[in-house]
């Protein structure tokens, strides 16, 4: 490259470097400051270090809190089963539609979310034939529901972040040297213990940040938990959306959201501790986009 | 005897089979939304089944209803400026980390990777701190500088997967043949690079017409075409809405193809080798940050 000047790489970071801390990184401080408030909507907030907020918010919300690490949890179990033999089938068995099936798995991204959603509690709805499926084969009472239960939450929260635990995956298995499975077999090793002693381990990195990527935002989502679920899914995203937007509670909905961060923060620091951050931004993209 | 070959195939295509339903499963609510912009129900208002069959009514209607439409135009306006910002901003970034070395890089793909981390639910939320500290009038400004945040990061990590495979010896070639550095910038970098480029200003674009949550904190009175479905989704929602959301699916499905189609043969034109190993390990300082 002929511009060696030193400052280039600078310049050319400004205005993204300037835009993330203005509006991502200080907003982060407005909220701890936020969240050490405390007074009523009605006389107004004042800063007063009231650290009390902090375990007042998480005791105020213990069942949320729980709900969010259940139904997060399951549903990142529940999507790395869907994918993995879904990845390992377009990077290995897909042939000519290797790039058709891609196409599709991004598809979801290409409607609104929240139509989706909607779409989804239509599906789930009382009077849709797939309950009736599931009435007549005695999978759920005969007057039972799929909507507005912890199962409906799940399972949306499963499909709205399938792709996210698909395309690292598929990345991963993508560069898998073939060559190193024919080896095991040539070793007389079965396929199960050819699979569970080489694909496995060596697909592991995608399997972690595919479970990052699915369980944050599902943790954090409230759209899946309003939406299919009743007055008794809602999860850590519901409290601190309806604190924030209709109660006004700001500093409780603050500590609340602070905390949160915290967790999301320290859970990928010790990510990238060991993998790097080339695992966020690396090859996985290429394949998605 | 022909059971037991039907099992054979079954069992030696259970993987292309499952990939098949797997990808059905994820396409599910968009030909649910696609058939019901079709279905005539009752009162106009979304519930299962197509009680009177088949009509293009709301088809011919679509844009029949004005705050359907203001909501659309807001978003599309939105979308269009947030993904010209972010998609220059977040290129220079993207040109600054692959093609220089400079103090602070390890530091700088952090400040990237983490919003991409960040449930969206903590991003609106501590934005939403921040302009209620600053009383700032909450409106499309907000949401443009919310947006254009989220964006960035996404954009960073398509143009630099796009900008590793990069095969650096065309750039000297034409170098060598005479050209001064922008003549070789404009005639060989930009062209090579436009596909990544409309990859990630695509992404940006869906990115930004998709989001409910971060929008949901950041609005004040205007409307989003995600927050009109949100604010109608209990009343009963518009038909038309699913009409807007098929035509949204086809046009970026077909946007989404057309780069696809252009990247691969950008990259059969110019031999890009993606050459993985090239890849700028990401140095040590970011395990130390």
Do not use: C
């Not at chain 1, 408030?37 to 375990?55: E, I, K, Q, V």
């Amino acid at each position: 490259m002929s511009l060696r000047r030193r400052s280039v790489p600078y310049w050319l970071l400004a205005p993204g470097l300037l835009w993330l801390v203005v509006f991502f990184v200080v907003p982060m401080y407005f909220m701890g400051e936020l969240a050490l408030r405390s007074g009523s909507l009605t006389s107004g907030y004042t800063f007063d270090w009231a650290w009390s907020n902090f375990p007042d918010s998480l005791s105020g919300h213990t069942e949320q809190i729980g709900r969010s690490f259940l139904y997060a949890g399951t549903a990142t179990v529940l999507a790395l089963l869907i994918a993995y033999p879904l990845a390992y089938a377009i990077a290995f068995r897909a042939g000519r539609y290797k790039l058709l099936l891609l196409f599709a798995v991004i598809a979801p991204f290409f409607t609104t979310y929240l139509i989706r959603t909607i779409a989804w509690k239509t599906i789930l709805s009382d009077s849709s034939p797939v309950v009736g499926v599931l009435q007549s084969l005695s999978l759920i009472p005969p007057d039972g529901r799929v909507l507005a239960t912890s199962g409906s939450v799940i399972a949306g929260l499963t499909y709205n972040f399938l792709p996210f635990m698909i395309l690292p995956l598929y990345a991963n298995l993508e560069r898998l040297d073939l060559r190193l499975i024919e080896a095991a077999k040539d070793l007389y090793s079965s396929s199960s213990q050819a699979f569970l002693r080489v694909t496995l381990p060596l697909t592991m990195p995608g399997i972690v940040a595919g479970v990052l990527l699915t369980f944050i935002p599902a943790f954090g989502d409230y759209v899946n938990a309003q939406i299919l679920g009743g007055t008794q899914q809602a999860m850590i995203g519901n409290v601190i959306q309806s604190l924030y937007l209709n109660q006004r509670d700001y500093p409780e909905a603050a500590a609340l959201s602070f905390l949160m961060m915290g967790l999301i923060l320290a859970i990928v620091m010790i990510y990238i501790r060991f993998a790097g951050t080339g695992a966020f931004m690396g090859d996985e993209e290429e394949a998605g986009a | 005897m022909a059971a037991r070959r039907a099992w054979e195939w079954l069992r030696r295509n259970a993987l292309p089979i499952y990939a098949g339903l797997a990808v059905a499963y994820m396409l599910i609510p968009i030909v649910v939304i696609a058939i019901f912009s079709f279905g005539a129900t009752p009162k106009g208002k979304l519930t299962f089944g197509l009680d009177d069959g088949f009509t293009t009514e709301y088809w011919r209607t679509a844009f029949s209803r004005p705050d359907l439409n203001e909501a659309l135009f807001t978003s599309l306006r939105l979308a269009a400026l947030a993904t010209v910002l972010s998609t220059a901003i977040g290129t220079l970034m993207a040109i600054a980390l692959v093609r220089h070395r400079f103090r602070g890089r390890g530091l700088t793909n952090l400040l990237i990777v983490i919003p991409m981390a960040t449930p969206e639910v903590v991003i609106g939320a501590s934005l939403l701190s921040m302009f209620i500290y600053y009383s700032f009038a909450l409106g499309f400004t907000s949401l443009l500088i919310a947006h254009v945040m989220f964006s960035i990061s996404f954009v960073v990590v398509v143009v630099r997967s796009r900008l590793i495979g990069f095969d650096r010896h065309l750039e000297e070639a034409a170098a060598d043949l005479g050209a001064t550095p922008l003549a070789t910038f404009r005639t060989v970098t930009l062209p090579l690079l436009a596909p990544g480029i409309l990859a990630a200003a695509l992404l940006a674009f869906s990115l930004s017409i998709d989001d409910f949550v971060i929008s949901n904190f950041n609005s004040g009175t205007t409307v989003t075409f995600p927050l009109y479905v949100y604010g109608v989704s209990l009343r009963g929602i518009p038909v038309q809405v699913n009409v807007l959301a098929t035509m949204l699916f086809v046009l970026i499905a077909v946007a989404v193809s057309l780069v696809l189609w252009q990247q691969r043969r950008a990259e059969r034109m110019a031999s890009v080798r993606p050459e993985p190993e090239t890849a700028p390990v990401p140095p040590p300082a970011v395990a130390a940050a």
